[in-house]
């Protein structure tokens, strides 16, 4: 394997020295960071089952390492790995798998460790999305998961993340996340705040992440980090768990931000050791019972994860300033509910009481049931999913909608390899074989694709155009 040319700050390399634990090896520490990193998947269990996903692609020549602290993690190997990229398989595109880091696997492992089964979630800094799905796919969609994202620009790739692997119970804020201790005090079951930090566990995939790098600037980033970690505290429920993470090395920005909690409410936080995570967990652990990743340990990024408990409830922050404003959905009648669930279900769009409809002018929309106690303290960019658009002749059904809900024994109609690779590049399709019905759900491999109208011959695409893609896609049987 090649080696990456990575740039180490003088300063950066005295102070490894000093954290690495005894027995941890420098040398070791340094060729790591110079190997590529490998390339690591988890399936998506909303989609399918991981046996059933090891029997889809057996066919292929991946070759798939299991991930130690999850079930549904595996590090990849393609033989052709030049020829078609991941993000370009059919597996990947009708979201049957994520292309995830492994070591970023762990904090939402350490999340919902000793099986814990929360029902409110807030993922505090979520883009671009790898454990906001990864968590809405170990909630199995049920309760409610807050997705929040600093920035703006970051919100839209979360949401397309969302949308692809299927995911309902989310809804999506754009805050910086010091506000929620304030906005939404003691709320959440459970709070994931993947902060942001210096990076300093990734320069095996940015050889130049440490460009910038300074032992200032950390300190900045941890006062920050502290006041994050403050306000997640705050907006945690008592018997709540709150895990605290980076991809960072130094102990300014992890076991010094966790300290600084502990010392400020002592009385209503402890530690939960994450040192029976996983078989090998043992060889990150700390004294304190964090898991401090070095690169060389499991052959991954570096990565920081804290496991903490909310004993007792702390007094609450002054109540914000801001004006929430007016919801502008209204939830939609029993009987108006009814109807609509009808027509969703004669498409073959299914659900259950895990949503609740709301309407807003001729938009119709499916929130997450557990959403209600949150509506109107603060101001979300986007809740549940889009249902659909009433027009004069019934409803326009929403591609997001058909990914999350589609029951495909009811309405669904398989493409042939090379129909679906047209459906994904925004063509419309003429099927070997017609379709029973005027509305038809398309599939490859048995998932779907979207919603088609039938005219005469063809199957008119739907496909959202900002998804279109061109290029070649698929992975072929015989690669």
Not at 79 to 89: A, I, K, Q, R
Not at 179 to 200: Q, Y
Not at 231 to 249: E, K
Request: proline share 6%; with cysteine; hydrophobic share 40%.
């Amino acid at each position: 394997m090649a080696q990456n040319s990575v740039y180490f700050p003088d300063e950066f390399l005295a102070q490894m020295r000093e954290a690495m634990p005894a027995h941890l090896s420098y040398e070791a520490f340094i060729d790591a960071c110079q190997r590529p990193l490998r390339r690591s998947i988890r399936v998506n269990t909303l989609k399918i089952t991981v046996d059933d996903f090891l029997a889809l692609v057996a066919p292929y020549s991946w070759q798939l390492t299991p991930v130690p602290w999850c079930a549904e993690g595996f590090w990849i190997e393609r033989e052709n790995e030049d020829e078609l990229p991941l993000g370009s398989t059919a597996e990947h595109l009708s979201g049957l798998f994520y292309i995830q880091e492994a070591s970023s696997m762990l904090p939402v492992a350490a999340l919902f460790a000793e099986g814990l089964t929360p029902e409110r979630v807030m993922d505090v800094a979520a883009a671009p999305g790898s454990k906001t799905t990864q968590i809405a796919a170990r909630m199995n969609n049920r309760g409610m998961l807050l997705a929040n994202e600093f920035s703006a620009s970051r919100v839209k790739v979360l949401h397309a993340n969302i949308s692809r692997c299927g995911i309902s119970n989310t809804a999506l804020t754009h805050f910086d996340g010091r506000v929620f201790g304030a906005a939404l005090p003691e709320c959440f079951d459970a709070i994931l705040l993947d902060a942001p930090c210096s990076g300093e566990g990734v320069v095996r995939k940015d050889p130049d992440a440490l460009k910038n790098w300074s032992q200032a600037s950390n300190q900045d980033i941890a006062n920050t980090q502290r006041e994050l970690i403050d306000s997640a505290f705050h907006a945690l429920r008592p018997g709540g768990t709150l895990v605290y993470s980076t991809c960072t090395l130094n102990r300014d920005e992890n076991e010094s931000v966790v300290a600084w909690l502990l010392e400020r409410y002592p009385d209503a936080v402890a530690v939960s050791t994450l040192g029976e995570l996983f078989p090998s967990a043992k060889e990150a652990l700390t004294p304190e019972g964090y898991l401090h990743v070095f690169p060389q340990i499991y052959d991954c990024e570096g990565f920081f994860v804290a496991r903490l408990h909310k004993t007792a409830s702390i007094d609450a922050l002054p109540v914000p300033g801001y004006k929430v404003g007016k919801l502008p959905f209204m939830p939609m009648k029993t009987r108006e509910s009814a109807s609509v669930a009808d027509a969703a279900r004669s498409v073959g769009i299914e659900w259950d009481d895990a949503l609740t409809l709301w309407q807003r002018d001729k938009e119709i929309w499916l929130f997450p049931t557990e959403i209600a106690p949150l509506l109107g303290k603060v101001r979300f960019s986007r809740i549940g999913i889009k249902l659909a658009e009433t027009h004069n002749k019934g409803f326009r059904w929403q591609h997001e909608a058909v990914i999350a809900l589609a029951n495909t024994s009811k309405r669904g109609h398989e493409l042939t390899l090379e129909e679906a690779q047209e459906w994904y590049r925004g063509r419309d399709v003429y099927p070997q074989q017609s379709p029973a019905h005027d509305d038809v759900i398309v599939t490859f491999q048995g998932f779907p694709l979207g919603l088609a109208k039938r005219i005469n011959s063809r199957l008119k695409n739907s496909y959202p155009r900002e998804l279109v893609r061109d290029g070649k896609l698929f992975t072929n049987k015989s690669e």
